[in-house]
């Protein structure tokens, strides 16, 4: 792990009371205004529910196949310039995900008319199809973000996602690399209770495979995982959670943990386990 940039602690040098209460001033502010103008700035299009893994704690319930009333990749093109004719693109982030949205037939297509119609887009994905040639066709599609999913080390990764499906995110960031990606990479934790003691030892895998952005959040007993109550961390496991993202935070290293979710996380949290306060940024 790396030293973080300082510029970003200047705030924690106010007093904590004052820090505490000029964050919460600005985000009504900002919040009254969203209210206000309802500004467009969060697309997430959902392309598929297929997917290449069947973790067992899915909260979609993805599996092998799309789903019968899956919309094409042509017509979520549709969509996307009927967005682009009503709203400036330019300021309106699009989020592509799954199910494995590479999977997703045509999926290109969509990708490069989202860049020709001005939209900032990026993908969540689980990496496991990545290969030098399609890294090198996100790259001249103008993604200008990607979220891998690596829930874990390896060996508790792989034995919840499936046999080999970490090495294969360890291959797509190298891929990804070598292609001249230059957007935001990240890696994305959803963390399950067997991967709660392992969080200081998933951070220093994420630091070892040079990825500067790490979001974690709890597992969500819904879809399969609802089924599954051994997997989703309890009250204490949450909490462990939010205190170790907070203690990581400040201690000058990276990556620097951002938890994910968008609930309000009580006054001892906010504003300490994420850069932004209580909201979803899409609804």
């Given at each position: ?60 319930g ?65 990496g ?17 973000s ?29 891929c ?42 709890p ?25 170790y ?36 940024r899409?609804?």
């Amino acid at each position: 792990m790396t030293t973080a940039p300082a510029g970003s602690r200047l705030a924690k040098l106010l007093p904590p009371s004052l820090r505490n209460r000029l964050m919460w001033r600005r985000h009504r502010a900002r919040m009254s205004a969203l209210r206000r103008d309802h500004p467009l700035r969060y697309l997430f299009l959902e392309v598929t529910r297929r997917c290449n893994l069947a973790c067992v704690y899915c909260g979609s319930g993805c599996t092998g196949r799309e789903q019968p009333a899956e919309l094409s990749s042509a017509d979520f093109i549709e969509v996307a310039r009927q967005v682009a004719s009503d709203f400036d693109a330019r300021r309106v982030m699009v989020a592509v995900t799954g199910g494995e949205p590479l999977l997703k037939d045509g999926v290109f297509d969509l990708l490069r008319e989202l860049h020709r119609l001005g939209f900032p887009y990026g993908m969540v994905t689980n990496g496991q199809n990545m290969n030098p040639a399609l890294a090198r066709d996100l790259v001249a599609a103008g993604i200008g973000s990607i979220s891998l999913s690596l829930d874990a080390p390896p060996e508790v990764n792989d034995r919840l996602r499936g046999r080999g499906a970490a090495a294969r995110v360890a291959d797509a960031i190298r891929c990804l690399k070598e292609a001249g990606f230059e957007g935001k990479l990240e890696v994305i934790t959803t963390v399950t209770t067997p991967a709660l003691p392992l969080l200081d030892e998933m951070r220093r895998h994420v630091a070892a495979m040079r990825v500067p952005l790490w979001r974690v959040a709890p597992v969500m007993p819904i879809g399969r995982a609802a089924a599954r109550p051994d997997l989703v961390p309890d009250a204490s496991g949450a909490r462990a959670i939010l205190e170790y993202v907070r203690a990581a935070r400040s201690d000058g290293l990276l990556p620097s943990p951002e938890f994910s979710e968008e609930g309000f996380v009580g006054h001892r949290f906010e504003g300490m386990v994420r850069p932004y306060l209580c909201q979803c940024r899409a609804g």
